[in-house]
């Protein structure tokens, strides 16, 4: 069963910034929101988590609504090198399994 | 930065083959995990490992088998490599705990079985 739904694509304009979608309306208290990428020919890269408030590193920004069914994956100045497969998904924290679905394929155009 | 290195980017073997792929972390971590990668499929765990010389099966362990002696390499094997074994396998190192958990990634071994 799919813990999260995503759009299966999106495109995005060089320098705006870039806001991906995820809904997880069956997320368990003890679930975080991880984000993942994958660069065409490369292994998935992780980019942030968060359990229930937003949070924010040198790539990206993850906003989780209150009641934690949805968030949104915000790249704030994308460039070309953004274009990617980018994967939301829940797990607990220390759970070894990282279940990827389809993901987002971002498309960021000059 | 943290780092895994697959031993091959591509590979091809033939029908019946004993095929090893290898990973090496440099991060000390104790996870240690083989994914395989096909199209419409996404990710799917093959066999992971907490441990030195401890394994658990993922969700398709059927004609895989993994070896880890040391704690910073984990081996895939395939014993009889089949044309639906070919494949982008993936692996990725972890550490347990709280805090920083996530899994970090190699950049994938395209295997080829003709």
């Known amino acids: 069963d799919a813990k999260t739904t995503q759009p299966p694509s999106m495109d995005c304009a060089e320098g705006r910034a870039a806001n991906l979608p995820c809904n997880h309306s069956t997320i368990s208290g003890n679930e975080y929101v991880y984000w993942y990428r994958q660069i065409h020919s490369q292994g998935p890269q992780y980019i942030i988590h968060g359990l229930k408030n937003n949070e924010t590193n040198e790539m990206a920004s993850l906003i989780i609504t209150e009641d934690r069914k949805s968030s949104t994956l915000i790249l704030p100045h994308a460039t070309l090198r953004d274009t990617a497969v980018y994967y939301c998904i829940v797990r607990v924290e220390n759970d070894y399994k990282l279940s990827f679905g389809a993901g987002t394929t971002v498309t960021v155009r000059a | 930065d943290v780092k895994v290195t697959q031993s091959s980017r591509y590979l091809v073997k033939r029908t019946g083959e004993k095929v090893f792929l290898e990973c090496v972390q440099d991060m000390d971590h104790e996870n240690m995990f083989w994914y395989r990668q096909d199209p419409g499929l996404g990710l799917r765990l093959i066999y992971f490992?907490?441990?030195?010389?401890?394994?658990e099966k993922g969700d398709i362990p059927e004609g895989y088998s993994v070896s880890r002696e040391k704690k910073e390499r984990f081996s895939l094997i395939l014993e009889s490599a089949s044309t639906n074994q070919t494949s982008m396998y993936l692996c990725?190192?972890?550490?347990?705990?709280?805090?920083?958990?996530?899994?970090?990634f190699g950049q994938g071994t395209r295997l080829t079985v003709v």
């Open positions: 990725a190192s972890s550490s347990p705990g709280r805090g920083r958990t996530e899994a970090f």
């Open positions: 490992s907490y441990d030195v010389k401890m394994k």
